[in-house]
């Protein structure tokens, strides 16, 4: 199973940006999906999660209102949008995966997570 995320870059503060993250193996209605993210010398910390029917999201206190995360089973994709950046936002975005029995499992914490992507980095300028 691959994760492949995209969609980082150098945005100014107030800015926006997308990420999005396929998966390539089927069954990917089968997996809920979460983000999470890593700065320098911080530990990986959890940003947002959705079920596997995209009816549950679950979202870190600190992005609250600006971070929508949002699924899309025919395309085997999951994708965070981003607004309102600010510099503390700066970190690698990982998205990560784990098969869900139930329709509506979120999951907010990174070990019950079995596959991960390989980052992509996203700064933001103050």
């Known amino acids: 199973v691959q994760l492949q995320a995209c969609g980082g870059g150098l945005v100014q503060a107030g800015g926006s940006l997308r990420l999005s993250c396929a998966r390539s193996r089927r069954a990917f209605n089968q997996h809920a999906m979460g983000w999470f993210r890593q700065a320098p010398g911080k530990e990986r910390e959890f940003v947002a999660a959705i079920s596997r029917n995209g009816y549950n999201t679950r979202y870190a206190d600190s992005n609250k209102g600006r971070f929508v995360i949002s699924r899309d089973n025919a395309r085997n994709t999951v994708a965070l949008q981003m607004n309102s950046l600010k510099s503390e936002d700066t970190a690698v975005y990982y998205c990560?995966?784990?098969?869900?029995?139930?329709?509506?499992?979120?999951?907010?914490?990174?070990?019950?997570?079995?596959?991960w992507g390989q980052g992509t980095l996203v700064t933001v300028s103050s």
């Open positions: 990560a995966s784990k098969y869900a029995r139930l329709m509506d499992i979120v999951q907010v914490t990174a070990d019950g997570y079995s596959f």
